[in-house]
């Protein structure tokens, strides 16, 4: 099994800047890929952000050249840092593991509680 804890979720103005972190505890393959999803009000959940445990990136349109993922897998926690937000950025943000077997392949995807991220003026 493995644990995820989100943190760092708060109200912020249309331009600021917001740092999520994610806390993993468990049995964490050493091949695995953990990620960022958001869900507003009435929406589906979406992808934010991913990146393995090598450190390759992948980021939603939306969010590009504003947000960056970060990973300390000595420490096993993952960071959004969330630069020029709208308000549009308003959602649930979650957190995401996928311990891989050697291809990529997933054998268990895990979840964490999400936490709440509000820009309004």
């Known amino acids: 099994q493995v644990q995820l804890v989100e943190s760092g979720g708060g109200l912020v103005q249309p331009g600021g800047s917001l740092r999520l972190s994610c806390a993993a505890s468990?049995?964490?393959?050493?091949?695995?890929?953990m990620g960022w999803y958001r869900q507003a009000p009435g929406k589906q959940r979406e992808l934010v952000a991913t990146?393995?445990?090598?450190?390759?990136?992948n980021y939603a349109d939306s969010v590009k050249g504003r947000f960056t993922v970060s990973r300390d897998n000595a420490k096993n926690t993952m960071d959004l840092q969330m630069n020029v937000l709208k308000p549009e950025d308003t959602a649930v943000y979650y957190c995401?593991?996928?311990?891989?077997?050697?291809?990529?392949?997933?054998?268990?995807?895990?979840w964490g509680q999400g936490t709440q991220v509000t820009v309004s003026s």
């Open positions: 995401n593991l996928n311990n891989q077997d050697y291809r990529g392949g997933n054998y268990a995807s895990y």
């Open positions: 468990g049995s964490i393959f050493s091949i695995n890929r």
């Open positions: 990146i393995t445990s090598g450190g390759s990136t």
